[in-house]
């Protein structure tokens, strides 16, 4: 249980990070979650209840950042969730996108720890999110691949700097979130149902599937530095 502890969530707006504050919040904590965009967080809010509050946090302004851990103060757990991810083939794919996306998964969650991590208790931790193509290589995925094998060292880099503050990353595979919204449907399910023929499980993975990996990281206090796979058995196909 999570009974007087505060939990803070970058990306929690929506999605995977949405899903994870409202298991948090079942399990008594108080919850922070905090994203760009104001809008998203308002509804968050409401369905979160009196036990959220909610910050509007660009991770990518290294300043934002530290002024936003100054602000909260202390707390026992931090996960970072936000991202905006792309991809194309490595030799039409613009530079400034995969600067961009470096910016966005890799220093927003370098300025989230790093900032975070002086408020956070002793007996606390961080989770971070890496991704299933830092463990399986995929066409048009050059970029995004290489931020998130970068995720997943710094994860277990930190859980030896930052010791006894535990630190773990959660790897999702193919998660079914608003972040596809941009889809239209038909291909949208059509790319669900291929890669679920594919998967051992027989289905793509949903925000309450990775939400529930993160809630047993920041419970589980016998366990840092682990890439927590959740991928229906992605890697293995």
């Known amino acids: 249980m999570l009974q007087n ?28 979650i905090a994203s760009r965009s104001e809008h998203k967080l308002q509804s968050a809010k409401e369905q979160l209840g ?28 931090l996960v970072v969730s936000a991202a905006e991810t792309s991809g194309g083939p490595f030799l039409q794919t613009d530079t400034a996108q995969s600067r961009k996306l470096f910016e966005n998964k890799f220093w927003g969650q370098y300025y989230a720890a790093k900032y975070g991590a002086p408020h956070i208790s002793k007996n ?44 773990n990353i959660v790897s999702p595979g193919i998660i079914d979130t608003p972040s596809r919204s941009k889809m239209p449907e038909d291909a949208r399910n059509q790319f669900y149902e291929t890669v679920a023929g594919k998967l051992p499980v027989k289905r793509v993975g949903k925000a309450e599937d990775v939400a529930q990996s993160v809630l047993y990281l920041i419970q589980n206090g016998f366990v840092t530095g682990t890439v927590m796979h959740v991928e229906g058995g992605h890697i293995l196909t």
């Not at 803070?8 to 904590?29: F, R, V």
């Open 124 to 167: 606390g931790s961080i989770t971070l999110f890496s991704g299933v193509v830092a463990y399986k290589a995929m066409v048009g995925s050059s970029a995004l691949g290489a931020v998130n094998a970068a995720v997943s060292n710094l994860g277990q880099t930190l859980a030896l700097e930052l010791a006894p503050i535990r630190v």
């Open 5 to 32: 502890q505060k939990v803070i969530i970058i990306g929690g707006s929506s999605g995977i990070g949405l899903e994870t504050a409202k298991q948090a919040i079942a399990l008594g904590a108080e919850v922070i």
């Open 50 to 77: 009196p036990k959220a509050a909610a910050y509007t946090l660009d991770t990518t302004d290294e300043g934002q950042v530290q002024a936003f851990f100054e602000k909260v103060g202390a707390f026992e757990h």
